[in-house]
């Protein structure tokens, strides 16, 4: 269980990896979960998951090397959740995995990391729509059926005046030109 940021995008997969910063990977999802997503996203061509190491923490929680600081706060929300301890053991050992070419960065970096592709991304694809959510697993997992009824639309301007404020959790947000 972490956060996982989703992108609908008019590119495809190999297009979209292709524009990533280094450190950041795309993975496509289940191909029904592709399809399911793609009739909610129109006019996507492709649902995938936007990953740094093995989830999107780092876009919004400080990887704590010493203290774990972002580990308690996934604990607390996993508590709330009423997992298992062995569940909660899990989902912290994969949070833990990171790819070794992976940087250890603060969230405001890799959020302006992201700025960066968004506006790369609306140049080159037009409108996408982009959904951070506290998943139920890890990378992979199946999306709710129901996405959140609540929706924004936002401009590449609005992503780069604010690097930090513009993607909410559960909140999927249109980003235009």
Do not use: K
């Amino acid at each position: 269980m972490c956060y996982l940021l989703h992108l609908a995008s008019s590119l495809t997969l190999s297009e979209v990896r292709s524009m990533l910063p280094a450190g950041m990977s795309a993975h496509a999802l289940a191909p029904d979960d592709d399809r399911r997503l793609r009739r909610q996203f129109r006019p996507a061509r492709t649902v995938l998951e936007i990953l740094i190491g093995p989830c999107s923490c780092d876009l919004v929680l400080e990887r704590d090397p010493v203290g774990h600081a972002e580990e308690r706060a996934l604990r607390a929300r996993y508590a709330a959740l009423r997992l298992s301890r062995p569940a909660i053991i899990r989902a912290i050992d994969a949070h833990r995995a990171r790819a070794d070419d992976c940087p250890l960065e603060p969230p405001a970096w890799w959020q302006r990391a992201l700025a960066d592709f968004v506006a790369e991304h609306a140049r080159n694809a037009g409108p996408s729509i982009y959904w951070l959510r506290f998943a139920p697993g890890a990378a992979g997992t199946p999306p709710p059926d129901a996405l959140p009824a609540e929706r924004r639309e936002l401009t590449v301007a609005d992503v780069a005046a604010h690097p930090g404020g513009w993607l909410v959790e559960d909140v999927p947000v249109r980003v235009g030109r």
